[in-house]
């Protein structure tokens, strides 16, 4: 097991915030929260990927104490940007007992996965035991050692070809691809572990999730990430010499498909409500994380043309099999349970993050 502490601001930030590691994350030395004290502690898997380092980001700026466990698979240790990163792999039960011996976490949030869909269809074991079978090991760790919040990332993915104006969390789960049934058996065995020991979780289902940290320090790097927004910031950048519209034929106002776009930093902050939510004792919650905006594929594109400036190149394809016309989610429920509002963040104002992002990537790996 290797231990690093992640980069931080300025020097003197950084030494605090040693401090502060140090002293949360003594070997030997099991760690319970100080009653009447609001730092939480909390174990982040995926803590180095996207999401999830946007999440640690909001955490230890909010002071709270985070271990990061993370293989690097598609996390960069430079994203950890508070607490400590572990590295080590969820299917390593030795390891997630021995982090779980050594800190008394409050909660636990699960960004850790695979996430690539069409990988997923082609190698769908590793789906399986990534993503599902590494929740259950999980699961069995939090059991085990009295960690009673969990706050889990699912996806629109486990609703398949929904076409209804918004999808609601009642929606039936039909998934159409490894990847989101890998999520919808994983929420099933939380909430089956949940009805059968005393943890309480919050399941968040995401939909498109996009955009990049106002400071530029974090956004989306995996290798195979497919994802439209990023897509079309990489053509403007005269990375790929064009891109496809798959499908311009749908029943839409434009004829391309329309899905709900979040921004990441909202995404992370909608993470702080839910630990706050199960910490004041909220029951367990299935819940759409999306804006209930839609966006087609077309305005994507001329939104990311616009901030961009660059006229790029895109052609139309072939439909994908399996991608349904619309998917936008009804939000309802996550306004009435953590009092969320979306912060209105504009189409343009997250191409414009992903952009910023994508040239600071091209930067420093060119
Ligand atoms: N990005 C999206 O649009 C989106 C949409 C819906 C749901 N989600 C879910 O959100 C979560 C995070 O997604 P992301 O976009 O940040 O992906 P990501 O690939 O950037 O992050 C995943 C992180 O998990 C780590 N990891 C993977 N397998 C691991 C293992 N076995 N042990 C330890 N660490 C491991 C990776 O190194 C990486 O840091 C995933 O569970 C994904 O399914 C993402």
Redesign the pocket.
């Given at each position: 097991m290797e231990t690093a502490c992640g980069a931080g601001g300025g020097k003197r930030f950084r030494e605090w915030r040693l401090r502060r590691t140090l002293d949360c994350y003594n070997p030997g030395v099991k760690i319970t929260a100080h009653s009447g004290n609001a730092r939480i502690r909390i174990l982040i898997?995926?803590?180095?990927?996207?999401?999830?380092?946007h999440v640690v980001k909001q955490l230890g700026d909010a002071g709270h104490a985070v271990t990061v466990?993370?293989?690097?698979?598609?996390?960069?240790r430079e994203a950890v940007l508070n607490g400590e990163l572990i590295v080590?792999?969820?299917?390593d039960a030795a390891l997630l007992d021995s982090v779980f011996g050594r800190v008394q976490f409050d909660a636990v949030m699960?960004?850790?996965?695979?996430?690539v869909v069409p990988e997923s269809v082609v190698d769908p074991i590793k789906y399986y035991a990534?993503?599902t079978a590494?929740t259950l090991q999980l699961l069995g760790a939090c059991v085990r050692h009295g960690v009673n919040r969990f706050i889990f990332?699912?996806?629109?993915?486990v609703y398949g070809v929904a076409d209804q104006a918004l999808v609601s969390e009642d929606e039936p789960l039909a998934p159409i691809n490894p990847?989101g049934a890998s999520?919808m058996m994983s929420e099933r065995m939380i909430a089956d572990v949940a009805a059968a020991h005393p943890l309480k979780y919050v399941i968040l289902?995401?939909?498109?999730?996009?955009g990049a940290d106002a400071g530029g320090r974090l956004g989306?790097?995996?290798a195979g990430?497919s994802?439209l927004i990023r897509v079309a910031c990489q053509t403007a950048l005269g990375m790929r010499p064009e891109m496809t519209i798959y499908g311009d034929d749908y029943p839409t106002p434009d004829g391309t498909c329309i899905r709900d776009y979040i921004h990441v930093e909202d995404l992370a902050e909608a993470h702080l409500q839910a630990l706050t939510y199960l910490q004041r004792g909220g029951d367990s919650a299935t819940l759409n994380f999306g804006y209930g905006r839609g966006r087609s594929v077309r305005e994507v594109i001329e939104a990311v043309k616009q901030v961009s400036g660059v006229d790029f190149a895109v052609r139309v394809g072939e439909r994908r099999a399996g991608d349904p016309a619309r998917l936008v989610a009804a939000n309802a429920r996550l306004k009435a349970a953590f009092g969320w509002q979306p912060r209105g963040t504009t189409l343009d104002e997250i191409a414009r993050a992903a952009l910023t992002w994508e040239k600071r990537l091209l930067a420093t790996t060119s």
């Open positions: 898997t995926g803590g180095a990927g996207y999401i999830g380092s466990l993370d293989n690097l698979s598609t996390g960069r080590g792999d969820l299917a699960h960004f850790a996965g695979s996430i990534n993503n590494n990332s699912s996806t629109a993915a990847y999520k289902r995401y939909f498109n999730v996009a989306q790097s995996g990430a994802h």
